[in-house]
């Protein structure tokens, strides 16, 4: 079993800078990631504490880290994104229409956010450990046009939605609000907004419609390492402020992710497994406040 000392866990943590991409496959598992050095082991999986340096005095980072899961956790997390012969894990299907979408009854949790966020980027690194799910990227914008399913074993399904804004699908608003209106074992949904750019005229339009069919959501912050950190911080606290005042469902932790550095994607993982039902945390982390 993992085990790290807990003095590891105290140390000060900085943004994850400079990590060769050859360490990319390595940091997808927490064992491997685990021999970091242990600074750039804490901001790899706490990055928003990495930006305490930035806050002004009197502003706290347990203000905006509220999830926070022991190392326990994030191993056992790890485990239902691992395949094994009992436990597979594999594109299901595709749909264009709900009609056309699969009868399953397992939890499900989406992804959705504008074209060019880094959205199906991250999902191929939250599957990374299961290196036969093929999840296709593209440098063009717009890419996704089906919603695609993708399932984890009997624990919980994965939906990768079309994204909004430019080039979007023709069919986007029948398509993508007729899944989040009707859907009823939807649990979660992941709007993701820029990092670098905060968020958009086109992710307010988002938000509004999660707050409209009162769906649990929960913002999720990517490609944190194109951002310098005050810009970073810069764009976190518009979201956060966004969050408090203009939305109804949003757990209140903006997470910030990115895809090349895998910064974050850990606790990802294990706030997936929580909302699904799969992780009953350990400690004070089941005690923080959710939706």
Same mark, same amino acid.
């Given at each position: 079993?993992?085990?790290?000392? $807990?003095? *590891? ?40 504490? &990495? ?37 597979? $894990?594999?594109?299901?299907?595709? &749909? ?26 991250? $999902? ?12 296709? *990227? ?34 986007? #608003? ?43 959501? *929960?913002? #999720?912050?990517?490609? $944190? ?5 005050? &810009? ?15 939305? #109804? ?7 910030? &992710? ?16 929580? #909302? ?16």
């Amino acid at each position: 079993m993992l085990t790290i000392k $807990i003095w *590891v866990l105290l140390q000060p943590r900085t943004l994850l800078r400079g990590v060769p991409r050859s360490w990319a496959h390595r940091l997808a598992s927490l064992q491997s990631a685990s021999k970091l050095p242990e600074k750039k082991l804490q901001a790899l999986l706490f990055p928003l504490s &990495a930006l305490e340096g930035q806050l002004t005095s009197g502003f706290s980072i347990a203000d905006l880290q509220l999830f926070e899961p022991s190392m326990g956790d994030i191993a056992r997390a790890e485990r239902l994104f691992c395949p094994s012969a009992k436990h597979k $894990i594999d594109y299901f299907s595709s &749909a264009v229409r709900m009609d056309h979408a699969p009868l399953i009854r397992q939890p499900e949790v989406c992804f959705i956010g504008r074209s060019n966020v880094g959205k199906s980027s991250l $999902i191929r690194v939250l599957f990374s450990l299961a290196p036969d799910v093929e999840i296709r *990227v593209s440098k063009t914008p717009g890419h996704t046009k089906k919603m695609n399913f993708f399932t984890v074993g009997k624990a919980f399904t994965l939906v990768d939605m079309p994204g909004y804004g430019y080039k979007a699908p023709k069919d986007f #608003v029948e398509m993508v609000e007729s899944y989040l209106e009707t859907r009823r074992n939807l649990v979660r949904t992941f709007l993701l907004v820029d990092g670098a750019v905060g968020i958009q005229e086109a992710d307010r339009v988002a938000i509004e419609m999660c707050n409209e069919f009162g769906l649990p959501f *929960v913002i #999720v912050m990517t490609k $944190i390492d194109k951002s310098r950190q005050g &810009a970073l911080l810069s764009n976190l606290l518009q979201v956060r402020e966004v969050i408090k005042t203009h939305t #109804v469902c949003c757990y209140p932790q903006p997470f910030l &992710a990115s895809s090349t550095q895998y910064t974050g994607v850990h606790v990802l993982r294990c706030f997936i497994a929580h #909302v699904t039902g799969n992780l009953p945390l350990s400690g004070d982390a089941e005690q923080k406040p959710s939706h």
